[in-house]
């Protein structure tokens, strides 16, 4: 039973655009969640994360909304550039538990 | 600074054959995991250690699945004997003290296992 969801397996996006994805959770005792960017032959990176307190955290050009009345979280690239094209996976976690999404495959076309 | 460093990149085995990865994590990092990531899916965790101290291990596979971190830096997971089912990339990763609460791990490349 996954807890985590990224329901989007692929985006596509010209570059410039805003690229949005989203994810949405089951467990409502989730402390924190995050966003990691994973490129081929390479293990995951981290890119943002955001409390449970908070709704939304801003860091350059990428920003993580949390609506947690809805379990539903969402990342926003703007602008979306060629380089941000990879896939991204969604975690929640609790006490030092994290759980992953299956992941979105970002496509940023010139 | 050297990241997480995983060993070997990629192993092809037959079934009922054993496999071992190894892990060195960032150093200063106390936290260290082991997950498995299979073909389209998100990764799960393995194991979680701090220090030498395996704390969390609930989702080890134990009949076949092995880890040791003896010295509280490097690691070893062990598979004996594989099944085909055990095909996938097997990662660790690594916290600072304290930051593994907020999830901000430091993955290595993983190891790409392929049992036939």
Known sequence: ?110 | EAGVVQSPRYKIIEKKQPVAFWCNPISGHNTLYWYRQNLGQGPELLIRYENEEAVDDSQLPKDRFSAERLKGVDSTLKIQPAELGDSAVYLCASSLPGTGDTGELFFGEGSRLTVL
């Open chain 1, 1 to 110: 039973d996954q807890q985590v969801k990224q329901n989007s397996p692929s985006l596509s996006v010209q570059e410039g655009r805003i690229s949005i994805l989203n994810c949405d959770y089951t467990n409502s005792m989730f402390d924190y969640f995050l966003w990691y960017k994973k490129y081929p032959a390479e293990g995951p990176t981290f890119l943002i994360s955001i409390s449970s307190i908070k709704d939304k955290n801003e860091d350059g050009r990428f920003t993580v909304f949390l609506n947690k009345s809805a379990k539903h979280l969402s990342l926003h690239i703007v602008p979306s550039q060629p380089g941000d094209s990879a896939v991204y996976f969604c975690a929640a976690g609790s006490l030092g538990r994290l759980y992953f999404g299956r992941g979105t495959q970002l496509t940023v076309w010139p």
